[in-house]
């Protein structure tokens, strides 16, 4: 059964950077034919996309994080990343990463002073 595996959660000031990866317990060959996403929920909040790359390396972003944050993929090592620049303290949410059937199980982000 797939899995998917985040890291590079944790505190950042307002105006840091943070990388996430998500590792998946997938064959490159399976990996790289699935799209991938990346969602975020803050508490109180529903779950929303951040964004997306599909299996040919299209990428889309919500608009609150456009020229911001980069997702990008590694299908030899079928990890999917994002990069998150300029962070601010609406960014805070438990981060997800999504695609093959499956939802990780998060990593959590906090922007704070």
């Known amino acids: 059964q797939v899995?998917?595996?985040?890291?590079?959660?944790?505190?950042?000031?307002?105006?840091?950077?943070?990388?996430l990866s998500c590792a998946a317990s997938a064959s490159g060959s399976i990996f790289e034919l699935n799209s991938m996403a990346w969602y975020r929920q803050a508490p109180g909040k529903q779950r929303e996309l951040v964004a997306h790359i599909t299996d040919t390396g299209t990428t889309q972003y919500a608009d609150f994080v456009k020229g911001r944050f980069t997702i990008?993929?590694?299908?030899?090592?079928?990890?999917?990343?994002?990069?998150?620049?300029?962070?601010?303290?609406?960014?805070?949410?438990?981060?997800?990463?999504?695609?093959?059937?499956?939802?990780?199980?998060?990593?959590?982000?906090?922007?704070?002073?």
């Open 3 to 19: 899995q998917l595996v985040e890291s590079g959660g944790g505190l950042v000031q307002p105006g840091g950077s943070l990388r």
């Open 72 to 113: 990008s993929r590694d299908n030899a090592k079928s990890t999917v990343s994002l990069q998150m620049n300029s962070l601010k303290p609406e960014d805070t949410a438990v981060y997800y990463c999504v695609g093959l059937g499956r939802w990780g199980q998060g990593t959590q982000v906090t922007v704070s002073s």
